[in-house]
């Protein structure tokens, strides 16, 4: 009663809901043409290209926290839907490109050679040749990109404080009367977990297949 009542939970579910599945496939979409062309075409200095992308994602959040808080700040992007999807994307993206080039290396490029002998354009065979192929990769990587989006706090806590705020920072600040609703919080952290464990089981051929993809050779 507490969470679909007076603790205003259903505001901050809807952000993370929001935030979460808008930045993950944000980062899909985009890390899938990252890597397509990293995988495909000869790109100078690819290698440190590739090292310099999968650095950021070794920083640890706190030491970028002040500058982008001061950036958000004086773009208007602080408490905002936008500015929560932006940031998660640009921490998913190195993931995103990393997973899914090992996936797209792994498709033969004899067929899209095929394709493109047939008549079909080189984003016809992108589209209708790759992606099906690479799916199992790109439900993979929705999945890990998701997970953090969704449990991310550092920045929740420090970006956002009411009109963007997730569930992760709100959850503890659940107040019932003479302290901390326990009962409120273990409901609103039940709740919370639901959404990922149904994308998780929805797609859970895909995950199976996409951890052991490329490990048995013929």
């Not at 326990?182 to 995950?207: C, D, E």
Request: aromatic share 14%.
């Amino acid at each position: 009663m507490v969470i679909v009542g007076p603790s205003k939970f259903g505001e901050r579910f809807v952000n993370s809901v929001i935030i979460g599945f808008g930045s993950t496939f944000l980062s899909v979409f985009l890390g899938t043409l990252a890597a397509y062309a990293f995988s495909r075409f000869r790109i100078p200095l690819a290698d440190d290209l590739l090292f310099f992308i999968l650095s950021t994602r070794m920083m640890p959040p706190i030491a970028v926290a002040i500058p982008i808080f001061l950036m958000y700040r004086n773009l208007g992007l602080s408490d905002t839907h936008l500015g929560m999807i932006l940031l998660y994307t640009a921490v998913n993206i190195s993931l995103a490109v990393w997973l899914l080039k090992g996936f797209i290396d792994e498709i033969p490029r004899e067929y899209e050679e095929a394709a493109l002998i047939d008549g079909y354009t080189r984003f016809q065979a992108f589209y209708k040749v790759v992606l099906p192929q690479a799916a199992t990769g790109i439900a993979s990587t929705a999945i890990f990109c998701l997970i953090f989006s969704w449990n991310e706090y550092a920045f929740a806590v420090l970006l956002t404080s009411a009109t963007a705020q997730t569930a992760p920072p709100f959850i503890p600040t659940i107040i019932g009367i003479g302290g901390l609703d326990w009962p409120a919080v273990a409901a609103g952290a039940t709740i919370f977990l639901l959404p990922v464990m149904i994308f998780t089981i929805l797609l859970r051929k895909h995950l199976l297949r996409g951890i052991t993809f490329g490990a048995v050779r013929k």
